[in-house]
Every structure is written in C-alpha cells, then in structure tokens.
C-alpha cells in the first residue's frame, strides 16, 4: 500500500548548512580574540591609560588564544602529529630566517602604514625579564599556531572552496593564494613585509602539504625576532 502524499502540500524544506563549519569556526575564534585585544588596548590607550599599564594585558591575550585552542585542539587534525622531515625541518627553518631579516630591513616609510611605539617591557629604564620571557613565548609558541590555523589552514582553502577541509594545499589557485598574502601583509605595520611573510609562509603549506611547516617557520621569524628586539632594543618592531 503506497503512502498517501497531499498535492498541495509544500515539500520538506531541505535542511539550511551553516555559512561557516565548525572546523572553520575553530580556526577563526583564536584569531579574532587576538584582534579583540588590540582593539580593546587601542580603546584603552585613547580613554587615557599608559602603555605601561597596558603591557600586562598581553599576557591576558595570549592567554586567550591558548585557551580557545586548547578548547578546539581535537578539531585541528593537521597537528596531532609532527610530521615533518629533516628536509623540511631546514627548509622552514631557513624560510623562518629569510623572513626574519626581511622583516628588519624593509622598513622604508612607503613600506608601512602608519606607525607603533611596539611593545616596550622596560620599567623605569630596567628591562622587565617577565614580560620579556611572556612576550616571546607568546609570540614564538602561541602565535605562529593560532595565525597559521587561520590565514593558512583556513583561509587560503576557504577562498579556494567553502568545502575548505577537503582541499589539498597543494591544490591551492592563484586568487586563494595572493589574497590572504596580501591581507597578513596589511594586518601588520610593516605590510610590505608581512606580505613576504605571507608569501613564504604559503608556499611552505603548499610545498610541504603540511601546516607544521609554516608554523615552524613563523615561530622562528617570532622567536629570533624577539632575542633581536630585545639585544638591539628595537621595540617597535614588537
């Protein structure tokens, strides 16, 4: 006896997918609490409160993002395991290098935007080792995770297809390459630099079709850069 169906009745509606995945959400909120504490410091500083108050909350930030990642650690598959050969251990280490002395020498008032008295850890002219030690651990350890997770894992697949997890880095197009470049480039003071960074950093993912690629490679640029910030006292470029 086959079912009944009423004419006039409308169809089931087909089921609405959400605009973004959990997998896509997973890469997105870390990155976008670390620019809600710029935003909140950038606030702070204009409602009058010093940039040596200011300095404690990094740590706060950082702290942040760690915990969002520690919260998605399962949704990030492409890291639970290193799997990088010696090989590509030297070429990201290298590519980490290269960015690195990039990053100090393209500094040419066309090649930034605008300008930052960085992140200076001094107390009454004494170096305050705390914040320093914070600073790099957050810069070479937390932050090379939570940017790549975003501008590489997801972006630069996401621009190529919605579906983004199914796309192979090494499958990557033109546009969905150039695009996210040229935005780490400007998220940064020094955009001439941060789009070699950008640049660099994406081909190691899709040479390597490995996200620990790039995240080694940025955390040595972050982490060098810090112990060069700190030996020369360059504070801006923090």
């Known amino acids: 006896m086959s079912e009944y169906r009423d004419p006039h009745r409308s169809p089931p509606a087909a089921a609405v997918e ?13 990155f ?6 710029i935003i909140v410091g950038d606030l702070l500083e204009r409602a009058g409160i010093g940039r040596a108050e200011l300095r404690w909350l990094y ?5 942040a993002v760690l915990a969002l990642l520690a919260a998605f650690w399962r949704d990030y598959e492409e890291l639970h395991r290193f799997s990088l050969s010696l090989r590509q251990v030297l070429v990201a280490i290298v590519a980490g290098i ?45 932050v090379p995770v939570m ?12 621009v190529e297809r919605s579906d983004f997890m199914s796309v192979d880095p090494a499958r990557i197009g033109f546009k969905a390459f150039v695009i996210p470049c040229v935005l780490f480039g400007f998220e940064h003071t020094l955009w001439l630099a941060g789009i070699a960074a950008g640049v ?36 801006q470029f923090w």
Do not use: C
Request: net charge positive; hydrophobic share 55%; aromatic share 16%.
């Open 200 to 235: 660099a950093y994406g081909l190691l993912y899709m040479r390597h079709r490995k996200l620990w690629s790039p995240i080694l490679a940025h955390a040595i640029t972050n982490g060098l850069l810090g112990i060069w910030v700190v030996h020369t006292g360059g504070w």
């Open 98 to 142: 290269v960015v690195l002395v990039l990053w100090v020498n393209l500094v040419a008032p066309w090649m930034t935007i605008g300008s930052s008295p960085g992140y200076d850890p001094r107390t009454n002219g004494e170096i305050d080792w705390l914040l320093v030690a914070i600073r790099i651990a957050g810069a070479a350890l937390i």
């Open 18 to 30: 959400p605009f973004l995945s959990r997998a896509a959400w997973a890469r997105i909120l870390p």
């Open 32 to 37: 976008g609490a670390y620019i809600f504490f």
């Open 147 to 158: 940017e790549e997770l975003f501008w590489r894992s997801f972006l630069m697949r996401w």
């Open 59 to 63: 740590p706060v930030q950082v702290g």
